[in-house]
């Protein structure tokens, strides 16, 4: 089955700063990638999501961009962070709609 | 657009009961996936139980079995034989079968195991 690593798990950055979190996933090919952002106490908000190299639909308007530069890479990032972009972050892929999503460890940011 | 409701904000049981958490869905799809994930303390997403819902027969997964009722709209968790280490927060989430739409979460449901 497939494995999601991610990086960093901890991050503390000022506010303006940018913002790179990586996901690189292991066990199979031509995933679909996601990235969810859990603020504090709430649900999982659907960020962004790709279903090939190149190719990514953001579902929110924010200060937040995503690259899939190769098949199982998946990046996030920003040019100048926002307090609010403060949160937890989940890598998450599958192999299609019938197939279980799964989680990667997350990534923790906070923006001071 | 599918929607997902928890109706639960938090719950808590006593160690060795049974406890069950609701989840209902809007839907105009006859066939879909539905799923529970917990997360505890480490944040990280865990399945717990998948179920299709073509399938008639309730999922189960050891402790976990799911009340499936495709006419309500309801798809429950039960844990029977509670634990501490069932403490965390539960998700319940809807995917639809068509083409890569992604999942659709719940708010969750915080549930706490009293000793």
């Known amino acids: 089955s497939q494995t999601i690593h991610q990086w960093p798990a901890t991050l503390v950055q000022p506010v303006g700063s940018p913002l790179s979190l990586e996901c690189t996933v292991e066990?199979?090919?031509?995933?679909?990638l996601y990235w969810y952002r859990q603020a504090a106490g709430r649900g999982l908000q659907l960020l962004f999501y790709?279903?090939?190299?190149?190719?990514i639909s953001s579902e929110v308007p924010q200060n937040l961009s995503a690259s899939r530069p190769q098949d199982r890479q998946f990046i996030l990032s920003s040019k100048k962070l926002l307090l609010s972009d403060s949160g937890f972050y989940l890598c998450?892929?599958?192999?299609?709609?019938?197939?279980?999503?799964?989680f990667g460890e997350g990534s923790w940011l906070t923006v001071v | 657009a599918q929607t997902v409701t928890q109706s639960q904000p938090e719950m808590s049981v006593q160690e060795a009961e049974t406890v069950t958490l609701s989840c209902t869905y809007d839907?105009?799809?006859?066939?879909?996936?539905l799923f529970w994930y917990k997360q505890p303390p480490s944040r990280q997403m865990i399945l717990v139980i998948r179920?299709?819902?073509?399938?008639?027969q309730n999922a189960t997964e050891n402790r976990f079995s799911v009340n499936f009722q495709k006419a309500a709209k309801s798809f429950s968790l039960k844990i029977s034989d509670s634990q501490l280490g069932d403490a965390a927060m539960y998700f319940c989430?809807?995917?639809?079968?068509?083409?890569?739409?992604?999942?659709?979460f719940g708010k969750g449901t915080r549930l706490s195991v009293i000793a």
């Open positions: 998450a892929c599958d192999r299609g709609p019938g197939n279980t999503i799964y």
């Open positions: 066990g199979t090919s031509n995933p679909n």
């Open positions: 790709s279903v090939g190299i190149g190719q």
């Open positions: 839907t105009s799809e006859s066939d879909y996936y």
């Open positions: 179920q299709e819902a073509y399938k008639q």
């Open positions: 989430a809807y995917r639809s079968p068509r083409g890569n739409t992604p999942l659709v």
